[in-house]
Structure formats: structure tokens, C-alpha cells
């Protein structure tokens, strides 16, 4: 089935330090979504990308959709301990069966 | 209440027996969705509801995966049999959107279910 690879699978970083994570597919998307889930909790949405080459901002958080249709990263700016999570990209194929597509996620721990 | 609501969080069932899930969304809202998450996996779809109608149960695992959504608001995911295999937590998302062409969801926390 399709496909998300999703890197680095964990991460473990000091407080204060930006962060980087990115999602690749052999496929098409027509737009990106960047959750993330804490222990005993549902994913929450952090970031929708609609459109090639668009870059968008929720605090400390950006998140870009590649050029190509088939990548998207995200970055924490400035880590603190409450960024600790898992982080999933997801991704909308195009064509008719547009699902969404999960990666296996980023683990993120930070050290204080 | 304002989210999304699951129950019950945890379920421990032996190997054979049925269990039923049950899913609150968020009021109003139009689509909903089931995913299966294995540990260490991301999300995997189930199942999706626009209103009470069941557009897509491509993922359902087995015929033993069962869901309804009667009225249009709250949702039950029934397992028959259960299996070992079918360890995992059941997360529950609604959407204000119609379509199951939307990722932007709402979760609950999920309903983990442990057969032995």
C-alpha cells in the first residue's frame, strides 16, 4: 500500500534546541498535515499544508510543503519540555481514493 | 462536552469474546472516522461516516470489525471474536467536513483494547 517515510524515528535533544523532521513518498499528495500525539491521547492537529512550495507557522512550529508534492518537514524552534511527543506526518493522496496516509511517526524527548 | 469522547479508554477482553466501542464526536459534526493504532504505528483507517451513512469500511480488518452510526452522531465499532491480533487502540475523529478527503480531524483519546 502507499507509503510515508517518516525520519528521523526519534529524536532526543536539550531544551532549547531546534529540531527537524520530514516526511517522504514515491507519491503525489495534494496536501500535508502534521499531528502530534502525547501518551494516552488522540493525534492533534499542529499544521494543514495546501499547496506546493507553501510554508506555514503555528508558534514555534513551521512546517513546509515541497515543491515536488511528495515531502513535507516540520521544525521546532526553541525546544522546551512539553514538545515531547510523538509527531505524525499525513498526507492526502490525489486521485479518487483520497485517504489519509500515515506515517510511523517521530518520537521527540527533551532533556530539561 | 467540547471534544471528542471515547469509552470505555481501556478494555482487557479474553481471546473469543465480543466488545463494543463507543465514540461521542464533537456536536454538529458531519464525517466521522475510525482508526486502528498499533504500537509504534501511526494511525491506520477503519472506517468513515458522512451523517449515519457508512461510506467507506475498506479497512475493516475482518468481518468481525462491525460499525454503525444510527443517528448520526454516536458511533459503536463492535469486534465478534476477539483476537490477539486485534490488540490496539481504536481512535475515534470527527470532522465538521463532508468527505473523507479531509485531514483535518478531531480525536479522542482513543479506546485501548488488550486481548489475552
Known amino acids: 500500500g502507499q507509503q510515508l517515510n517518516q525520519s528521523p524515528q526519534s529524536m532526543f535533544i536539550q531544551e532549547g534546541e531546534d529540531v527537524s523532521m520530514n516526511c517522504t513518498s514515491s507519491?503525489?499528495?495534494?496536501?500535508w498535515l502534521w499531528y502530534k500525539q502525547d501518551p494516552g491521547e488522540g493525534p492533534v492537529l499542529l499544521i494543514a499544508?495546501?499547496?506546493a512550495g507553501e510554508l506555514t507557522s503555528n508558534g514555534r512550529l513551521t512546517a513546509q510543503f515541497g515543491i515536488t508534492r511528495k515531502d513535507s518537514f516540520l521544525n521546532i524552534s526553541a525546544s522546551i519540555p512539553s514538545d515531547v511527543g510523538i509527531y505524525f506526518c499525513?498526507?492526502?493522496?490525489?486521485?479518487?481514493?483520497?485517504?489519509?496516509?500515515w506515517g510511523l511517526g517521530t518520537s521527540l524527548a527533551v532533556n530539561p | 462536552g467540547a471534544g471528542v469522547s471515547q469509552s470505555p479508554r481501556y478494555k482487557v477482553a479474553k481471546r473469543g469474546q465480543d466488545v463494543a466501542l463507543r465514540c461521542d464526536p464533537i456536536?454538529?459534526?458531519?464525517?466521522l472516522f475510525w482508526y486502528q493504532q498499533a504500537l509504534g504505528q501511526g494511525p491506520e483507517f477503519l472506517t468513515y461516516?458522512?451523517?449515519?451513512?457508512?461510506?467507506?469500511k475498506s479497512g475493516l480488518p475482518s468481518d468481525r470489525f462491525f460499525a454503525e452510526r444510527p443517528e448520526g452522531s454516536v458511533s459503536t465499532l463492535k469486534i465478534q471474536r476477539t483476537q490477539q491480533e486485534d490488540s490496539a487502540v481504536y481512535l475515534c475523529?470527527?470532522?465538521?467536513?463532508?468527505?473523507?478527503?479531509?485531514?483535518?480531524?478531531?480525536f479522542g483519546e482513543g479506546s485501548r483494547l488488550t486481548v489475552l
Open positions: 475523529a470527527s470532522s465538521p467536513r463532508t468527505g473523507k478527503d479531509t485531514g483535518e480531524l478531531f
Open positions: 456536536s454538529g459534526h458531519v464525517s
Open positions: 461516516f458522512q451523517n449515519e451513512a457508512q461510506l467507506d
Open positions: 507519491s503525489i499528495f495534494n496536501t
Open positions: 499544508l495546501y499547496k
Open positions: 499525513a498526507g492526502l493522496l490525489t486521485g479518487n481514493n483520497r485517504k489519509l496516509i
